[in-house]
């Protein structure tokens, strides 16, 4: 715009621009971190990134002048939960004994935990119950939600595989001779020890 002698007020009134919905993730902040030294040098700068699983990450490198940043980084390898096909599979009615919290054991069908337990324990774990030693393990209680650490023997006299030092799980679990009790084993991943659910059906 031009002016020149006489020129006295001019009101300029200028729209602004619409601006562009950027279109991102729910929660656009997904990369955090705190500055090093080396990020804080405006010569030279390294962002090391890692993904939330697997521990997998990727290093960026970079210094004056550099602009855009191509990061891809991979997503880690799920591994894949190793569990009996079946959740369900050791199952028995207890015996007056089972719900006897003074026995302090219950008793399991060796067959079914053969099939269905056994090939799912860590290999230190299997290694011990097959000398002859109890291992303990952790037993949840599905009905009630909670957690015990109760010891997994072998029974030569019967011969068969049983629980021991029940007294709290047999007495909070309201143990009735008759009713059917049912467990499944479960194991995140290769390194986790696993656990053992059970529930009581009414």
């Known amino acids: 715009m031009e002016g020149g002698r006489g020129a006295r007020d001019i009101d ?3 729209s602004a ?3 562009e919905e950027v279109q ?10 705190k500055l090093s030294n080396t990020v804080a040098n405006p010569n030279k700068w390294v962002f090391r990134f890692t993904t939330m699983e697997g521990g997998r990450g990727a290093t960026i490198e970079g210094g004056r002048g550099v602009r855009d940043i191509d990061l891809n980084i991979p997503a880690p390898e799920r591994e894949e939960v190793q ?6 599979t050791i ?8 719900a006897n919290p003074d026995r302090c054991e219950i008793i399991l069908p060796i067959r079914q935990v053969k099939e269905h337990l056994l090939p799912f324990l860590l290999q230190d774990k299997l290694d011990i119950l097959q000398s002859g030693r109890p291992i ?4 949840i209680n599905d009905d009630i939600m909670k957690a015990y650490r109760i010891k997994l023997g072998f029974k030569n006299s019967s011969p068969s595989y049983m629980l ?12 009735i001779a008759g009713k059917e009790i049912k467990f499944r ?3 995140v991943n290769q390194e986790e020890e696993g656990e053992l659910h059970f529930t009581l059906l009414p």
Not at 136 to 139: C, K, R, S
């Open 12 to 14: 300029l009134n200028i």
């Open 17 to 19: 621009p619409e601006r």
């Open 24 to 33: 991102g993730a729910p929660n656009p902040w997904t990369i955090r971190k």
């Open 83 to 88: 569990v009996a096909p079946n959740p369900w």
């Open 91 to 98: 199952k028995k009615k207890l015996s007056n004994s089972d």
């Open 136 to 139: 303990l393990i952790n037993v």
């Open 164 to 175: 021991q030092e029940t007294r709290g799980l047999v007495t909070e679990g309201n143990f």
């Open 185 to 187: 084993w479960t194991r």
